[in-house]
């Protein structure tokens, strides 16, 4: 599975923004579909995951009731709608792939696509 994450960009704080994260190469199918990111001088966090069916999410306390992964199967995508963004949210944001749900350890998810810069000005 290729990976490619975009939407990035500069945002005041307050905005929202949606990221996408498109697939390729092998098959989608059964894919658990996560999204971490990586502030400058941090260790890389988990952000959100999504089953394949799209029916069960699961979020970082950080995120929790700001941010939305869903997934399009047809589309081969995954998106992350991110709303009330802060500068706390300034990161590269990664999206990932494994078989395993509910993973939210970077060591855990096989497929990985480049990153995509999101900053947030105060």
């Known amino acids: 599975v290729q990976l490619q994450a975009s939407g990035g960009g500069l945002v005041q704080a307050g905005a929202s923004l949606r990221l996408s994260c498109a697939a390729s190469g092998r098959t989608f199918t059964g894919y658990i579909l996560g999204w971490f990111r990586q502030a400058p001088g941090k260790e890389r966090e988990f952000v959100a995951g999504?089953?394949?069916?799209?029916?069960?999410?699961y979020y970082a306390d950080s995120v929790k009731g700001r941010f939305t992964v869903t997934r399009d199967n047809a589309k081969n995508t995954v998106y992350l709608q991110m709303s009330s963004l802060s500068p706390e949210d300034t990161a590269v944001y990664y999206c990932?792939?494994?078989?395993?749900?509910?993973?939210?350890?970077?060591?855990?998810?096989?497929?990985w696509g480049q990153g995509t810069q999101v900053t947030v000005s105060s």
């Open positions: 999504i089953s394949w069916s799209g029916g069960s999410t």
């Open positions: 990932a792939a494994n078989k395993r749900y509910g993973s939210r350890g970077e060591n855990e998810y096989d497929y």
